[in-house]
């Protein structure tokens, strides 16, 4: 079964992109490959062909590979609604909520999870490519670990390590990490790979030639800092605003468990548009649209909100004419009332929404998991999207009109009758030219005439930008020892 598998000596370290990016260097060579991760803990998930949930990033890496995304490909993904408390989704389904200890005695169930889709995969292609999560130097993690080394033994394959130098320390990092582990599992990493690298490589040739020589591993790549790198996070929000000069301006409300971020991606490489997220803490900034994402948690994030006084700042938004997009929670927030009473994601079973949709929505334990297409019901912009949520919506009164016509016969989502207000399930509106068109056209946007961006276009060049970089900085006959082909 030839599977190799990257891990990192942090979180952030460039794991997921550069195993994007070796998917698409054997992609590119006709090998059929897969990526997988056998436990990620991410509140960014995307809908799999097969009706399941996988983290987006294993998403990105099937995207590099030529592949519809299957649950197989992140077979446990725990999805935070507290600091001590998840979600947990075994092969694409929820199995529910567990705290840590709890989802501790879980493991063996998990693994047994985890081998069964990566032996799957191994079957179906020539490749498997698998992608660590954090670090295997947690030494408190390491009992009934699946998701580092003790799948790497199990499995018996060769690690690559990798390491952020942009961050600094990354040779103790190495050696770090390598103290860490048991001796077995010293001699499973075959390689390391330093990332984000800037400067004269020639000053840093003397720190490879001491690590090489202090571990008797090699430095099988150092990949330079590639600036402005638009390939989604796995989980971190951004922080930073782009086109901070621009005349419109976009803010999204950073909830403390703000799920599928990565939703607004491509409002933030529109030209002449300032987006950005708001900081926790600080009042929301004055905008044209502001949106409210979705949650993991929609009632304990509705009454932090509340908390912020945000709740007033956003009718104060609403009275000075400005424009309001609630996205799945965030939608579900905008109704009347949200019914929890089976403590599906709190112990709260009802919390009094914002209030601006005639809506009330009951959280039910089964997971609604859908790819959807179809049109706006005005203007008719093709939509294709998804949706992930919990819990049914229903809408009183009929001053409020359906949003989208589904290709599956529903409808989704809602716009007021002064047109200030829509609200929607459905994820990755803005990927596609004309729905991001219609919807910021509806936003009072008018930059009619400048080329709105094409999340998949985007995607693929940014992949191809990657692997061209990578390829360029292995050093394959050191790879090829270390576990490549």
């Given at each position: 079964m030839p599977t190799?598998?990257?891990?990192?000596?942090?979180?952030?370290?460039?794991?997921?992109?550069?195993?994007?990016?070796?998917?698409?260097?054997?992609?590119?060579?006709?090998?059929?490959?897969?990526?997988?991760?056998?436990?990620?803990?991410?509140?960014?998930?995307?809908?799999t062909q097969d009706g399941g949930e996988i983290g987006r990033a294993q998403a990105v890496q099937a995207f590099a590979c030529g592949l519809t995304p299957h649950t197989d490909m992140n077979p446990v993904l725990l999805k935070p609604s507290s600091d001590c408390r998840a979600q947990v989704i075994i092969q694409g389904k929820s199995i529910g909520n567990l705290d840590a200890v709890d989802y501790h005695a879980y493991k063996k169930t998990a693994k047994a999870a985890v081998f069964e889709s990566w032996q799957r995969l191994a079957?179906?292609?020539?490749?498997?490519?698998?992608?660590?999560?954090?670090?295997?130097?947690e030494v408190n993690l390491r009992k009934g670990d699946i998701a580092n080394m003790g799948f790497a033994e199990e499995a018996d394959c060769p690690v690559w390590l990798v390491g952020d130098i942009d961050r600094g320390g990354v040779f103790a990092h190495f050696i770090g990490t390598l103290a860490c582990l048991s001796e077995s599992e010293q001699a499973r990493v075959k390689?390391?790979?330093?990332?984000?690298?800037?400067?004269?490589?020639?000053?840093?040739?003397?720190?490879?030639?001491?690590?090489?020589?202090?571990?008797?591993?090699?430095?099988?790549?150092?990949?330079?800092?590639?600036?402005?790198?638009?390939?989604?996070?796995?989980?971190?929000?951004?922080?930073?605003?782009?086109?901070?000069?621009g005349d419109f301006k976009i803010v999204i409300a950073t909830l403390p468990h703000i799920s599928n971020h990565?939703?607004?991606?491509?409002?933030?490489?529109?030209?002449?548009?300032?987006?950005?997220?708001?900081h926790p803490h600080q009042p929301l900034p004055s905008c044209d649209l502001l949106i409210l994402p979705g949650s993991k948690n929609t009632q304990g994030d509705l009454a932090w909100l509340r908390e912020q006084g945000w709740d007033?700042?956003?009718?104060?938004?609403?009275?000075y004419g400005g424009k309001l997009l609630g996205v799945c929670g965030g939608y579900q927030m905008l109704g009347e009332e949200i019914f929890d009473s089976e403590g599906i994601e709190s112990q709260q079973s009802s919390s009094k929404g914002l209030?601006?949709?005639?809506?009330?929505?009951?959280?039910?334990?089964?997971?609604?998991?859908?790819?959807?297409?179809?049109?706006?019901?005005?203007?008719g912009a093709p939509v294709v999207g998804y949706e992930i949520h919990l819990g049914q919506s229903e809408i009183h009164g009929a001053e409020f009109a359906p949003l989208f016509q589904l290709a599956d016969g529903r409808c989704d989502g809602v716009v007021s009758p002064d047109g200030q207000i829509i609200g929607t399930y459905l994820h990755g509106l803005f990927d596609q030219?004309?729905?991001?068109?219609?919807?910021?056209?509806?936003?009072?946007?008018?930059?009619?005439?400048?080329?709105?961006?094409?999340?998949?276009?985007?995607?693929?060049?940014?992949?191809?930008?990657?692997?061209?970089?990578?390829?360029?900085?292995?050093?394959?006959?050191?790879?090829?020892?270390?576990?490549?082909?």
């Open positions: 190799l598998m990257i891990q990192g000596c942090t979180s952030d370290a460039g794991k997921s992109t550069l195993t994007a990016a070796l998917c698409r260097l054997l992609h590119r060579r006709g090998i059929s490959v897969a990526p997988f991760k056998p436990q990620n803990m991410a509140l960014n998930s995307a809908v079957t179906q292609y020539d490749w498997v490519l698998v992608e660590g999560a954090g670090s295997p130097a390689g390391f790979i330093i990332n984000r690298f800037r400067g004269d490589i020639a000053l840093l040739q003397p720190g490879c030639d001491w690590l090489e020589a202090q571990t008797g591993k090699p430095v099988l790549a150092v990949v330079p800092y590639l600036h402005g790198l638009d390939i989604a996070a796995e989980d971190a929000v951004p922080r930073a605003a782009s086109g901070v000069d990565t939703d607004f991606d491509p409002l933030r490489r529109i030209v002449g548009v300032n987006c950005l997220f708001a007033a700042q956003i009718a104060q938004h609403l009275r209030a601006y949709i005639p809506m009330v929505t009951r959280l039910e334990p089964e997971k609604q998991l859908r790819n959807v297409v179809g049109q706006f019901i005005a203007g030219p004309e729905a991001l068109a219609q919807l910021m056209q509806w936003a009072g946007w008018h930059g009619a005439g400048v080329g709105l961006p094409d999340a998949d276009e985007i995607l693929n060049r940014e992949i191809d930008r990657l692997s061209d970089a990578l390829d360029a900085a292995m050093d394959w006959e050191k790879a090829s020892a270390a576990g490549w082909l």
